[in-house]
């Protein structure tokens, strides 16, 4: 069964940090290009960071550039998404996703993905 788990969300203060996961089982993650999505109550779904499975290319929205970092275990079949200094409005569900093709979509809000996570929560706030 193919399967996507997110983990790591919660609750934090701006200015903190929170790192998600996304466990890949039934498929080996190697070979597909992996999203990260973010969806607010009454927000359009929106694509914040991608990674390609062809020389781990990176890609990210420029709401969270030079703030977020994704990256790739291969060997744990697993994707990471490093958030830092966060602001109150990323606030939101994350979710991950993979695609097939390999390679990351030129537009964030391309929503055609094979596979994808049941989310987990971030909540900014003082």
């Known amino acids: 069964q193919v399967q996507l788990v997110e983990s790591g969300g919660g609750l934090v203060q701006p200015g903190g940090s929170l790192r998600l996961s996304c466990a890949a089982s039934?498929?080996?993650?190697?070979?597909?290009?992996i999203g990260w999505f973010r969806q607010a109550p009454g927000k359009e779904r929106e694509r914040v960071s991608c990674?390609?499975?062809?020389?781990?290319?990176?890609h990210y929205a420029d709401s969270v550039k030079g703030r977020f970092t994704i990256s790739r275990d291969n060997a744990k079949n697993t994707v990471y998404l490093q958030m830092n200094s966060l602001k109150p409005e990323d606030t939101a569900v994350y979710y991950c996703?993979?695609?097939?093709?390999?390679?990351?979509?030129?537009?964030?809000?391309?929503?055609?993905?094979?596979?994808w996570g049941k989310g987990t929560l971030v909540t900014v706030s003082s």
């Open positions: 039934g498929f080996t993650l190697d070979y597909y290009a």
């Open positions: 996703a993979a695609d097939t093709i390999g390679l990351c979509s030129t537009s964030n809000y391309y929503y055609g993905m094979d596979y």
């Open positions: 990674i390609s499975s062809s020389d781990s290319n990176t």
